[in-house]
């Protein structure tokens, strides 16, 4: 099998499910929803899923059948994982092909985490991170309920 035959949706690094679940399985992470490499986001991503989903199946009634919960994680969360998806995707950029080409990023990596060190930028780039999700509480599991 290739990963176009397991995954159709997906790029190079990038994993594009139309449905996340099916009956009781459901897929999370980089399986549903890998972001481009560059982003920085598949583990916050998958952080807040695994969050998320559990949310969702904390509200089922006893003996209720999980796909309502399913359907409702899967509502909340894709907005979210399709903001993220939406960043632009350089292959070339993050797997340089020449020693000039590594060196240029290797040189722009270290320049990023230089400025990213000064208090106000690392601020403001936190907060643009922060923006794609928002977790929603979870009575059952905030110890609320």
């Not at 089922?60 to 509502?75: I, K, Q, T, V, Y």
Request: hydrophobic share 40%.
């Amino acid at each position: 099998y290739t990963a176009e035959t397991l995954f159709p949706y997906t790029t190079l690094f990038r994993s594009k499910m139309s449905k996340w679940s099916s009956g009781r399985l459901v897929c999370i992470g980089d399986a549903a929803f890998a972001p481009t490499p560059i982003s920085g986001m598949g583990t916050t991503s998958a952080i807040h899923a695994a969050y998320m989903l559990a949310g969702e199946l904390s509200k089922l009634d006893n003996g209720e059948h999980p796909a309502r919960a399913l359907e409702a994680f899967e509502a909340a969360l894709r907005p979210a994982i399709e903001k993220v998806q939406s960043d632009p995707d350089y292959p070339g950029v993050v797997h340089p092909k020449t020693a000039l080409h590594r060196w240029i990023l290797q040189s722009t990596m270290w320049a990023v985490t230089q400025i990213v060190q000064i208090p106000f930028v690392a601020s403001r780039a936190l907060r643009s991170r922060q923006d794609h999700f928002t977790v929603p509480k979870y009575p059952n599991l905030d110890g609320e309920g």
